[in-house]
């Protein structure tokens, strides 16, 4: 039986692109996003999905992320009160990467927020938001509106990505600038594409109508194939975000209403998310528990670790071994230690084909989080523990100037 | 002057009472009232002329005698009219069982329904007060703060009331077990007799959406004999009618310092950087303060006066999953002859309701049960309870000589109901319900009627500014009382906006004209301006 007692279906759900992604996932390396059913990888590697993504083009169907659309007079009040950004800020055809907070201040998810018109928003997030939006809407002239399953969404990322949409779109892409969100169309099909993503590289991410989304599929796909697109799943992006230092929720952090226990949660400034936070903004929800916070040292920080190679050659020697890297990145959380006493913990790590180093994202003492502070990770050799140097270390990792930089003319990157 | 210490939204009593305190004690202080009239739900109206009726409540059971004492509110001002015996219940084939002051002329007047039942009254008058005891103490007791409700929280609350040395471990953990039960529950353990069963059962039925069989009607039932003075269904009048308590008040709040400002409507609470400022009026004029005080329920403080975007959403939730669930009307009579109940004189019936006595028509449990029955599906009883008084019975001058008013509280006539709105049609089946029911006891009553009057649920709500009418602002239920009273967390009057606070029913310990929540919210107000000084 296929069904719940209530009746209602259980099954995961195909994205609008799946009639696509479904025929190019050799491996069938399916996980499931969110009620939705996403190819981990394409080959039967994620490797050169990856390579894909950072020298030439990957095409990743992101469809599973919520997305809701506010409109209405009072739109803008409701975004600015959720999110700790200040909205009223945030132009219209801009986009804003933001967290949003419980009343303690604790983190609930992190999203992107797009404005397509005056009053016309549209939120992303990882976790249902529909019923927090209403509850933080009582009271104003706004219509929710969820569209999750109506849109689709596709990031094309890498350094070609530009010169293919290029060809498919009237060329004003070009222009588009960091964080900045168009309404255009790719040959007659109407899209938002904004300058988004979660490579920390040059990048895109395609909005459309889902009755439209294959289509769009097959004409980028046809058009990217002599630039060197891949389609890419998850593993590939995985990494990817790692070396951009970007967070992911359920793995660097737990969203507040869902942690049974009050150390499970963080704020915006324990997840190095300090800069999103506006303090001076109209009352939103958390900012009295944030200022508070604000005023105090911050005991926690997010921070890279670089896994020094000698110190992993030397722990695997000691066996016999040449060092074992991960091939993609790892969601288990392992302790760092200052001398013999932990002082953090690494919730992502990776090796990064294209920094050539062992990466990890590290929640740290603040006291032991400065920049070069040489700590201990734990790895694991033939079965025992053991500890490798780690270094602290700047994110992003990788961050390409393409990323943001602007483009007059139509050019190669 | 539009610069105040302390601002409270709303004249009825429990905002005269928190305004009078806050005045005595040096705090310039003004009371905003929407209608013309003090008093809240106190009210008396001469709907007819020579006719004044309490509209709104026509009984209470005991305003806490500190107020009256803390607000010099002499027997001049304030005449407390109280009958005994308490309360008639007439029966089928004119029976009626009468209880009294004296708990031996109670078990007399039981005795007919049953020996067994007469012979364990005292004892169970002596059980019921030593639960009621640890009540009292508790509805002294500011409600321990919360940071997370949880279900140890009454058992805290017990341990609590034990600490303060003023009851037995052993009264706590009766009451503890009391608590949960059901009305039907508690008195099955006792008596036998429907008739009785059914009388007692009305006090844990009163003012919620829920049947004498369901969890929790047990408490209520204790709630209702706090401030009685042993009394099982005490009650009490005031000469002049129930709007001399306003009327006192006023004076009282007035002697202090305090200004009470009259058909001044408040138009929303003024907040900036979540602390209140003052408030708006409808006719636009601003009046500042620190603190504000609000006596209107949690619906209309928080979701009508205030910009929501002010409070966390997740206290706006709680506010909003609050339970009122009116349930009850009321129905107005003028008689031009006294109603005649049982056997009139012959078993003293007749002077008992000329004495004022309450006329409780609850001949069992399960009558209650069954008229509930109709309100859980939307529809008001066809047989309904009642609760009626002949005020002109204890106070002559409020009817034209030789007149009679009758006033009832009629339940279960539910303010959500399953198909269309309380029109003149859903009007007249109420009232006719309740000339019908009552006609069933007092055969001549049919004739004597001159006038009638009816406010149903829909009304109450309009009149006294109660959310879907309920007439103790919010169910006074299980999951919303002590310090679950308005909301989880929130039973210590003060909200999450600094500065603004809760002094009505709302509050711990809830509703009836007891006077405590205005008292209690009073002293948590000073208490905090002292510290903040």
């Known amino acids: ?413 | 002057m539009n610069n105040y210490d302390a601002i409270v939204i709303g004249a009825g009593h429990n905002g005269l009472v928190t305004a009078a305190y806050l005045a005595k004690s040096g705090l310039s202080t003004v009371v905003l009232e929407r209608s013309a009239t003090p008093g809240g739900c106190a009210a008396t109206e001469e709907l007819w002329p020579g006719y004044h009726v309490d509209t709104g409540a026509h009984s209470f059971t005991g305003i806490d005698q500190r107020v009256l004492s803390d607000l010099q509110l002499s027997s001049g001002e304030l005449e407390i009219l109280s009958p005994d015996p308490v309360l008639v219940s007439p029966q089928h084939g004119r029976r009626t069982l009468t209880l009294h002051h004296e708990p031996a002329k109670s078990a007399q007047s039981i005795q007919p329904f049953s020996d067994r039942d007469a012979a364990r009254w005292p004892e169970f008058l002596e059980a019921m007060s030593l639960a009621t005891r640890v009540l009292e103490v508790l509805y002294e007791t500011l409600p321990p703060r919360l940071a997370k409700a949880n279900k140890g929280d009454l058992w805290e609350l017990a341990r609590l009331a034990i600490r303060l040395g003023r009851v037995g471990r052993q009264d706590a953990l009766e009451l503890m077990r009391l608590i949960p039960m059901t009305v039907e529950e508690l008195l099955d353990e006792w008596f036998e007799s429907d008739a009785l069963k059914g009388t007692l059962a009305t006090s844990g039925i009163t003012g919620i959406c829920q049947g004498p069989m369901a969890s929790g009607t047990a408490y209520l039932l204790l709630h209702s004999l706090v401030g009685g003075g042993g009394v099982v269904r005490h009650r009490s009048q005031l000469r002049g009618g129930m709007r001399a308590l306003g009327t006192a008040l006023q004076q009282a709040a007035v002697r202090f310092g305090a200004e009470v400002r009259l058909s001044s409507p408040v138009s929303s609470i003024r907040i900036k950087e979540r602390c209140a400022t003052g408030v708006s009026l409808e006719s636009g004029e601003d009046l500042e303060a620190r603190v504000v005080v609000s006596s209107i329920d949690p619906a209309q403080t928080f979701l009508r006066l205030i910009d929501p975007t002010e409070l966390n959403p997740e206290f706006v939730r709680a506010v909003k999953n609050i339970k009122y669930r009116g349930v009850c009307a009321k129905v107005h009579l003028a008689l031009d002859d006294a109603p005649v109940f049982g056997r009139g004189e012959e078993n003293g019936t007749q002077s008992a309701v000329l004495q004022g006595a309450s006329i409780i028509i609850a001949p069992s449990i399960e009558y209650l049960e069954r008229a509930y029955d109709d309100a859980k599906y939307g529809e008001s009883s066809k047989a309904p309870y009642v609760d009626a008084v002949v005020t002109t019975a204890l106070d002559p001058s409020l009817a034209p000589e030789g007149n009679h008013i009758l006033s009832a509280v009629v339940q279960y006539a539910p303010f959500k109901l399953k198909t269309g709105n309380w029109d003149e049609s859903r009007r007249t089946v109420l009232r006719d319900s309740v000339i019908d029911t009552l006609s069933t006891y007092a055969p001549n009553l049919r004739d004597a009627i001159v006038h009638c009057h009816v406010l149903t649920p829909a009304d109450l709500a309009d009149q006294f500014a109660l959310t879907e009418g309920n007439i103790y602002q919010g169910e006074m239920t299980l999951d919303q009382i002590f310090m679950m009273r308005p909301a989880p967390g929130w039973g210590r009057y003060q909200t999450p906006v600094e500065g603004l606070y809760l002094c009505g029913a709302s509050a711990h310990p809830g509703g009836g004209l007891t006077a405590r929540p205005g008292m209690a919210a009073a002293r948590a107000v000073l208490s905090h301006s002292t510290k903040n000084r």
């Not at chain 1, 604790?106 to 928003?121: E, M, P, Y």
Request: overall charge negative; some cysteine.
């Open chain 1, 1 to 413: 039986m296929n069904r719940t007692g209530a009746g209602a279906p259980t099954a995961v759900k195909g994205t609008p692109f799946h009639e696509r992604t479904q025929a190019l996932c050799q491996g069938k390396n399916w996980r499931r996003w969110s009620g939705f059913v996403s190819a981990s990888s394409y080959d039967l590697t994620h490797e050169h999905e990856y390579h894909a993504i950072r020298s030439a083009a990957g095409l990743i169907d992101i469809s599973p992320l919520y997305k809701y659309r506010i409109c209405g007079s009072d739109a803008e009040t409701l975004a600015d009160r959720v999110v700790t950004r200040d909205i009223t800020k945030l132009a219209v055809g801009q986009v804003c990467y933001t967290p949003w907070c419980d009343s303690d201040g604790k983190v609930r998810d992190d999203g992107t927020l797009h404005r397509l018109a005056d009053s016309d928003f549209r939120l992303t997030s990882a976790e249902p938001t529909l019923l927090w939006l209403h509850e933080n809407a009582e009271g104003l002239k706004v219509e929710i509106k969820e569209e999750t399953e109506q849109v689709g969404a596709l990031a094309l990322q890498g350094p070609r990505s530009l010169n293919i949409l290029n060809e498919i779109t009237d060329g004003a892409l070009a222009e588009l600038r960091y964080f900045h969100v168009i309404q255009t169309q790719i040959e007659g099909i109407s899209v938002h594409i904004s300058r988004t993503g979660y490579t920390g590289d040059l990048g895109y991410e395609i909005w459309v109508d889902a009755s439209d989304a294959v289509p769009l599929w097959d004409t980028i796909f046809r058009n990217g194939v002599k630039h060197g697109l891949a389609p890419a799943g998850l593993l590939a992006l995985d990494i990817a975000r790692v070396e951009a230092g970007l967070l992911l929720i359920d793995v660097d952090y737990m969203p507040a209403h869902r942690a049974v226990i009050e150390s499970r949660k963080s704020s915006p400034f324990e997840l190095g998310l300090g800069w999103t936070v506006s303090l001076d903004k109209r009352n939103y929800v958390g900012r009295t528990a944030l200022r508070e916070e604000q005023s105090r040292p911050t005991e926690w920080e997010f921070r890279g670790l670089e896994i020094d190679w000698l110190s992993l050659e030397d722990a695997y020697a000691e066996v016999d071994l040449p060092p074992q890297i991960p091939g993609m990145t790892l969601r288990e959380s392992v302790p760092v230690y200052a001398e013999e006493e932990q002082v953090g913990y690494a919730t992502s790590r990776s090796w990064s084909p294209t920094v050539k180093k062992y990466l990890a994202l590290a929640h740290l003492q603040a006291k032991y989080a400065k920049i070069g502070t040489e700590l201990k990770i734990e790895i694991t050799v033939e079965h025992q523990r053991r500890t490798a140097i780690a270094r602290v270390a700047k994110t992003p990792f990788f961050n390409p100037a393409r990323k943001r930089a602007t483009f007059d003319v139509v050019r190669t990157p």
